[in-house]
């Protein structure tokens, strides 16, 4: 990566723009959200988009289209079967409860009290009473369809979410290069290349990784889907899908798809099907680790996954999902930030004296 010094003006004003795009996060964080997903979106499919022109003669409104219609698809089948169908499984994991407790203390406990010589035991009786303080409110958010047909502004809400996505992306790709020559203009011309040099150094890192991160996506999501559906887990497609969309946080992700995996098989008393959840995750993280991320992502980010999950967290915190989707962009944005400012501070007489 080439880090040519960045002058004083421009690093301070990028600076205060970062401060001024906090602050409209916190105004209006929400409203936004629909448009800031659409614009990470045409950033991530713009390349495709110019191969399909240049390749193949496919104009840019059709391409644009057609990726809408593709989303649009994808948004309508996550709440309306996906969601439904893992809800679904975890009420049945509710209703096995007894079942599950037996089988962890039977098995799991009494292996792990051998080892350690403890004396470890979950207690039905305890768990059955903060169970029955819970349960209505456990109903409740699994029922998810149920909550959101009696609540008329969620369902506008997300109506209105799933419609206005495909339709930004559309326009942001259909008008990508204008958004990109308007961002430009805004930039003082004193300072123009200070700030070029920034933001390609920013794209080169963020696009390689946000695009090598949606074929990573894609390819677990395949991949866990199949490999839990042969493992005959309730679901186990559902599940798989989610769980590959999840990786792009680091071991969070695939680990709350194992252990809802995991808790689901032996809600249904099925120890063939434990085996195979168990290797379908083994085998899917080898590969994830030793062959799909390193193949498609490499070492393209400036952020280890500790870094990820931490500035996933903080951001979502402050600015709920707005800040989740774009924890990566402005950390990455912040790591090229710091390699500016030490080259600008290694070139400093301050430094040099």
Sequence with gaps: MRTSPLKFKALLSILIAAVGIFAIMVLVGKVLTPFIIALILAYILNPLVLKLEKKFNIKRKYSALAFSILILLIFIAIPVFLIPMIASELLEVVDNTPQIITIINSHVLVTINQHLGTHLNIDYNSFKTMLAAQQSRIVN???????????????????????????????????????????????????????????????????????????????????????????????????????????????????????????????????????????????????EGGLVTPFLVGGKIGLNPIMIILSLMVLGKLFGIVGVLLALPLSTIAVVLVKHIYTYYKSTNYYKN
């Design 141 to 287: 958010n699994l029922d998810l369809v149920q909550n959101i047909a009696q609540n008329g502004m969620i369902l506008i809400e997300i109506v209105v979410f799933i419609v206005l996505i495909p339709f930004a992306l559309f326009y942001s790709i259909l008008n990508w290069s204008n958004v990109i020559n308007s961002a430009s203009d805004l930039i003082p011309r004193s300072f123009v290349k200070s700030v070029t040099s920034l933001f390609h150094d920013v794209d080169v890192m963020l696009s390689s990784y946000l695009r090598g991160q949606l074929s990573v996506m894609i390819v677990m999501a395949a991949y866990y889907g199949i490999g839990l559906t042969i493992a005959k887990l309730p679901s186990g497609a559902a599940i798989g899908i989610i769980t590959g969309l999840l990786v792009f946080i680091p071991y969070l992700g695939v680990l709350s798809g194992f252990l809802i995996s995991m808790v689901i098989s032996i809600a249904q008393l099925q120890d063939a099907s434990m085996i195979g959840v168990f290797i379908v995750f083994a085998v899917g993280h080898m590969l």
